[in-house]
């Protein structure tokens, strides 16, 4: 048992190694870099997610399959929360990273004017715009 969960850990600290390397080489080598190694961790994410869903699709049409077993519904039910509670921790894990690797391979200035950027175009939407005055030459004729 022990054995096990060392290789797991070890397993996990190289994973970890791989993903700080790529994402040190896609800071400094160039922008399509660092977009193939965002991507990379999109698509975990949306996998994951994908998992998520397949489980518990299968999971409702077992239930319509087997509906008249009353033993089957707790055992598929407490089947597909362990698999999707596994899913869920897998894909928390794979965004706490890529929070990590964003914060590294972008920087708190982008992080600043990523922001600023969404605070203006938010504004642009939601806040009303000035009326413009119009005098008598410029009123249209009704």
């Not at 791989?18 to 977009?35: D, E, I, M, R, W």
């Not at 999707?84 to 004017?113: A, L, P, S």
């Not at 000035?130 to 009704?142: A, F, V």
Request: net charge positive; charged share 25%; with cysteine.
């Amino acid at each position: 048992m022990k054995h096990k969960r060392f290789i797991k850990y070890l397993v996990s600290t190289g994973e970890m190694y791989c993903n700080g390397y790529t994402t040190a080489y896609a800071k400094y080598k160039s922008s399509f870099h660092q977009l193939l190694h965002v991507n990379m961790f999109t698509i975990k994410i949306l996998n994951g997610i994908l998992k998520i869903m397949f489980a518990a699709f299968l999971a409702i049409g077992l239930l319509f399959l087997f509906h008249e077993i009353l033993i089957a519904r707790p055992v598929i039910i407490a089947v597909a929360s362990v698999y999707v509670t596994i899913q869920y921790q897998k894909i928390r894990k794979i965004y706490e990273t890529y929070k990590i690797m964003f914060d590294h391979e972008f920087g708190d200035e982008y992080n600043k004017h990523m922001m600023e950027g969404v605070e203006k175009y938010w504004d642009s939407i939601t806040k009303p715009k000035p009326e413009e005055h119009m005098d008598e030459s410029n009123k249209p004729d009704l």
